[in-house]
Nanobody, 115 residues
Framework: QVQLVESGGGLVQPGGSLRLSCAASGSILSSNIMGWYRQAPGKERDKVATITSWGTTTYADSVKGRFTISRDNAKKMVYLQMNSLKPEDTAVYYC?????????WGKGTLVTVSS
């Protein structure tokens, strides 16, 4: 089992920045994928960004050039630096972890972009 705890959400004005963090604990293998998904009200949960344990990243087209995902394997942490935030980025952001055949989710952290 793997447990995930997110932090860093909140209210920010359009054009602002936020940094999300996710701490993983439990039975973690050396090969895994961590990342972030988000779910806006009335919409499905969509991938934002992922990063493998060796550093390969993927991004949704809607966040490319604005968001940056990174990780610290020693600390078992994944981060999402979000810049130039837009109102359409408003959503609950979920930490994602995949290893072997299992997927784990955090409880989510709310990001609200509004003036």
């Amino acid at each position: 089992q793997v447990q995930l705890v997110e932090s860093g959400g909140g209210l920010v004005q359009p054009g602002g920045s936020l940094r999300l963090s996710c701490a993983a604990s439990g039975s973690i293998l050396s090969s895994n994928i961590m990342g972030w998904y988000r779910q806006a009200p009335g919409k499905e949960r969509d991938k934002v960004a992922t990063i493998t344990s060796w550093g390969t990243t993927t991004y949704a087209d809607s966040v490319k050039g604005r968001f940056t995902i990174s990780r610290d394997n020693a600390k078992k942490m994944v981060y999402l630096q979000m810049n130039s935030l837009k109102p359409e980025d408003t959503a609950v952001y979920y930490c994602y972890f995949f290893q072997s055949i299992s997927t784990y989710w955090g409880k989510g952290t709310l990001v609200t972009v509004s003036s």
